[in-house]
């Protein structure tokens, strides 16, 4: 069932996009770089830095309600350490928005200083960007307090770019990019079990146990209490076994269900039903 097929997704749109959006970058004053907070360091498309060039970069660490606050300083501290600007947030709140547009403000404050002593008064750009499903669009939704970016739970929703104005600022929402070739696969694993690469070109039964193997590690005591499971000493498979029958995923003859039952637990980490799990708290 393991499957060692490498993971690796660029559609031909995610080509055309990167093309688009190395274009636009250019009319842009700086960039933020949206996040997964459940897998930060996998979401770094180092692809996208590059066409970022030298603009400010304010990176947007979303989702941050889905991991525990701990696990949440720690990614912050190590980026700031780095001399990262990062802004923790939840992109469905009104107050998380505002705290980062004014990391935005302060990503541009020497040039906004320089264009008033020259008597200009520009609104200044920044593009949106990032991997698919890190909740871009639904951060220019919050910020602009209305349904201007269409949002969605697959990945791939948006697929051109668009501006949108928010008083002082615009904003470029633009599609979700993964690198051409995930070269480390590890980080490729964590994309998939969030939901970042389409589940239609996964080996969900392999990913799942690959999944379980993560989840005895970092979270243990959370995955015992969902699945009512006496012990996680045994190896993944077996794990995998004992949750079809406590959920009843058997198929006729006794045979576990693994399809259905892997599917049931992507989908349970992914909504927080396992609890507040973070694949990376440091790079």
Not at 215 to 244: H, N, R
Not at 246 to 262: N, P, S, V
Request: net charge positive; glycine share 8%; aromatic share 6%.
């Amino acid at each position: 069932m393991e499957n060692e097929k490498k993971i690796n997704w660029f559609p031909g749109h995610m080509a055309k996009a990167m093309r688009k959006t190395e274009e636009d970058v250019k009319l842009c004053d700086g960039v933020i770089y949206v996040l997964d907070a459940r897998a930060p360091y996998a979401s770094v498309n180092q692809k996208l830095m590059k066409i970022f060039g030298n603009k400010p970069v304010v990176y947007a660490l979303n989702k941050v309600d889905a991991i525990s606050l701990d696990a949440a300083k720690k990614i912050v501290s190590d980026f700031r350490s780095k001399g990262l600007n990062i802004e923790p947030i939840n992109g469905l709140l009104k107050k998380d928005a505002e705290k980062l547009k004014a990391a935005c403000g302060r990503a541009v404050k020497e040039k906004a200083e320089r264009n008033k002593n020259k008597g200009i008064n520009k609104t200044f750009r920044f593009m949106v960007a990032g991997i698919p499903n890190t909740g871009k669009s639904t951060i220019i939704n919050t910020m602009s307090g209305k349904k201007k970016a269409e949002t969605g739970d697959k990945a791939g929703i948006t697929r051109s770019n668009k501006w949108i104005r928010l008083g002082d600022i615009e904003l470029l929402d633009t599609p979700g990019t993964m690198p051409p070739s995930m070269e480390n696969q590890r980080y490729a694993e964590h994309l998939a079990f969030i939901g970042a690469i389409n589940d239609d070109i996964l080996d969900l039964e392999g990913l799942t146990l690959k999944l379980i193997a993560e989840l005895k590690e970092i979270a243990p005591a959370e995955f015992k209490e969902k699945y009512k499971l006496d012990d996680l000493t045994s190896e993944p498979l077996s794990i995998f076994e004992a949750v079809c029958k406590k959920r009843g995923y058997i198929l006729k003859g006794g045979d576990a269900d693994y399809g259905r039952c892997a599917r049931a637990i992507i989908d349970d980490l992914r909504k927080g039903r396992i609890g507040k799990i973070c694949f990376e708290v440091e790079a």
